[in-house]
């Protein structure tokens, strides 16, 4: 692995001396997005004091965390394996894209392999920049396809779909794009000549949670258990809905279809996949489909930040307390020591903040976590002043 480093992460002394999380290694591959992990068996333990690190963070009335870590063990130590951010364009450049900072980290907790991938694309297509989280099962690959194909799907899509007037019929683009990846990747195991290797391909998927962010909107579209979460005037808003089994709708819709949600250590599409939407998995369909859930948000004025992540960390973490974590690494309560030639924007900061905490608190799964920052609108200084030039929203 390149460019490892030791960081010790730090918190402020205002929230306590206890707080300071201590001996915990972290490896930091530098780059925009993630390529390749290897496996690891994490053997180290955190300090006691990365437990103490939520009920830190947790005072002035925030909802306590779905922790299932327990309070006497430690966390084991996580492999960074991507961050990235993106300032926008120097001051005066105009760029199509929104620019709007970002920070983002994908860790592989205490897996053996590294199964999340992640997508950030500024200016994928007029006036609108390109964030996603995919979780994979049963394997890397779907994940990592999703990863270098679907901004591009999506950008045809869009391109192809502008009507006369200009609009985007954000619902019908999302759709078409989610069929066209899960088309790709089930056609790719039919070509695989070999049996058991496409077989192997046809049992593994990924969840994908998609935000887009224009001048004045925000479009999510979502497939599977990963969440988007919007902090606006401070509150925690739900972007998306997770998609599990048990879910009314979704428990409905897959008995309609003929399957079965079976309770078998959680409950289990057919007792086997524990979300009900996801790219990929052939062998599940059609009770598992690749149909994501969109929806259009107005921006607005008291818009913070946005937080999309893997179920890594909201197995753990609820909404509030990740939305307070970030506002506290923005306002400079929560300051975090970085290596020489690391990022050092906040939303990065953040993003390695959730990360870390994530871990403290249990995460048993890979976690990936994307921080997009709404309030600096750098390129065209406004929130309703958009690009003439662009389609209408």
């Not at 915990?24 to 990365?50: C, N, P």
């Not at 009920?55 to 006497?72: I, R, V």
């Not at 994908?106 to 297509?125: H, N, Q």
């Not at 058991?196 to 998609?210: P, W, Y």
């Amino acid at each position: 692995m390149d460019s490892v480093e030791t960081i010790k992460p730090r918190v402020d002394p205002q929230l306590g001396a206890d707080a300071y999380v201590k001996k915990r290694r972290t490896g930091i591959k530098e780059e925009a997005s993630f390529r390749s992990s290897k496996g690891v068996e994490e053997e180290s333990k955190m300090d006691d004091g990365a437990v103490k690190l939520n009920s830190e963070l947790s005072t002035s009335g925030s909802s306590a965390p779905e922790s299932s870590a327990s309070q006497s063990g430690g966390a084991s130590d996580g492999e960074v394996v991507s961050e990235s951010e993106e300032q926008g364009g120097k001051e005066g450049e105009k760029r199509v894209s929104t620019c709007v900072p970002h920070g983002s980290m994908s860790v592989i907790g205490r897996r053996r392999a590294m199964e999340d991938a992640l997508t950030v694309a500024p200016g994928e297509f007029d006036s609108y920049d390109f964030y996603a989280v995919y979780d994979g099962h049963g394997g890397a690959k779907v994940a990592y396809a999703c990863r270098d194909r679907l901004h591009r799907l999506l950008a045809k899509e869009i391109e192809d779909a502008i009507n006369g007037e200009g609009r985007i019929d954000w619902e019908n683009v999302m759709v078409a794009s989610f069929s066209k990846m899960d088309e790709e990747i089930n056609g790719e195991a039919n070509q695989v000549e070999d049996r058991s290797t496409s077989s192997l391909l046809r049992s593994m998927g990924s969840t994908a949670v998609v935000v887009v962010v224009g001048p004045e909107k925000l479009v999510v579209a979502n497939c599977g258990d990963s969440r988007a979460v919007l902090c606006r005037r401070g509150v925690a808003v739900p972007l998306s809905r997770d998609h599990k089994p048990d879910r009314p709708d979704e428990r409905e819709r897959v008995e309609a279809a003929g399957g079965k949600v079976i309770n078998w250590n959680g409950f289990r599409i057919l007792g086997v996949l524990s979300t009900s939407r996801s790219i990929g998995d052939y062998f599940l369909k059609p009770y598992v489909t690749p149909k994501p859930e969109v929806t259009v948000w107005e921006r607005e004025e008291f818009d913070d930040f946005i937080v999309i992540a893997s179920d890594g960390l909201w197995d753990v973490i609820t909404n509030e307390l990740a939305c307070k974590i970030v506002r506290k690494c923005f306002d400079g309560q929560i300051r975090r020591r970085v290596s020489e030639g690391m990022s050092r924007s906040c939303a990065a900061k953040a993003a390695a903040m959730l990360t870390e905490l994530a871990m403290a608190q249990g995460s048993k799964d890979n976690i990936s976590v994307v921080v997009v920052e709404l309030k600096k609108h750098l390129c065209y200084g406004g929130l309703k002043l958009k690009n003439p030039n662009s389609p209408s929203h």
